[in-house]
């Protein structure tokens, strides 16, 4: 089984792996850290600069000129012609139980995962990302309506069940989980998310909005654990990296606003990414800079 999980906006300077320039802030992510820890570190992984490109790209394992999907604006341009993954996984007869959550961003209205991306079952945002997260339309199955669930939580509650399901009827299964954190809003996430101990306090000269961005990361990180508890380590290849940078208002030393998300520049591409599972074969712990895009 596999589980792809992709964090919103996430770029290499907001990685408590992967900075070590000096004062920065970075966020508490004990599951990140334990993941790596059991699996493989890509230093050198890259995405599009934005986020729609680096999902079309994912689900046909072609380039943005290829795709016509260059820009997130350009969303829309994502064909019902482009062969994608989970029809690969259909067409070839593959026993493996498909689900996409979270972020779709390609399309299509409400049918566009279907129609479009080929999932035959999904949960998420249509769009860019939420209002609010405590308060967004939700597609379930091309039907939407209004919850107050917390978004990362409702998204975590999906693959749940889902992952159970497959591993209680015996099936393999690929979950796509497209998060939308940390993207925009920028919010205090819900107290009872927080990692053990709490959320870290404000840096000092911290903004605001970096260090609500850094606790939102927090949030995620223990969402995260939680849908990994669902999951057999010896039965299931885990895939975590970022879409593209972070954005300009809270991305941090190295990067500088103007080499950012949306920007060709490292802080615009470079992203975390993280590996674990049977398939892994190197040294746990490991890290590699082997170039991946």
């Known amino acids: 089984s596999t589980l792809l999980l992709i964090v919103d906006d996430w770029g290499h300077d907001a990685s408590p792996l ?10 508490n992510m004990p599951n990140l850290t334990n993941l790596a820890a059991e699996g493989l570190r890509f230093t050198r992984a890259y995405a599009q600069p934005t986020c729609s490109p680096t999902r079309a790209s994912m689900l046909t394992g072609r380039q943005p000129w290829q795709t016509d999907v260059g820009h997130a604006s350009e969303f829309s341009n994502f064909s019902t012609d482009e062969i994608t993954l989970p029809e690969i996984f259909t067409t070839m007869g593959a026993p493996h139980e498909l689900l996409s959550v979270g972020k779709w961003h390609l399309g299509g209205t409400d049918s566009g995962y279907s129609t479009r991306g080929g999932w035959p079952e999904f ?3 249509n769009g860019a990302g939420v209002v609010s997260y405590t308060s967004w339309d939700k597609n379930s199955n091309g039907t939407v309506a209004t919850t107050t669930s917390y978004s990362t939580t409702d998204q975590v509650n999906e693959a749940k069940t889902f992952i159970d399901a497959s591993v209680a009827n015996g099936k393999p299964w690929f979950t796509w989980v497209g998060f939308n954190a940390p993207h925009t ?19 000092t000269g911290e903004s605001n909005n970096s260090y609500r961005f850094r606790k939102m990361l927090e949030a995620l990180d223990t969402e995260m654990g ?5 999951v057999d380590p010896a039965q299931t290849n885990i895939i975590l990296l970022g879409d593209n940078g972070t954005g300009g208002q809270v991305v941090q030393m190295p990067y500088s606003p103007a080499h ?4 060709l520049y490292n802080g615009g ?4 990414m993280v590996v674990k599972g049977p398939a892994v074969t190197v040294t746990t712990g490991s890290t590699t800079d082997t170039l991946v895009h």
């Open 185 to 203: 809003p920028i919010h205090n996430p819900p107290a009872e998310l927080a990692p053990p101990g709490g959320y870290s306090a404000q840096g």
């Open 269 to 272: 591409i470079h992203v975390p």
């Open 260 to 263: 950012s998300k949306e920007t």
């Open 123 to 125: 949960y998420g945002i």
């Open 18 to 27: 992967d900075n070590t320039e000096p004062g920065v802030h970075l966020a």
């Open 226 to 230: 939680r849908l990994l508890e669902s």
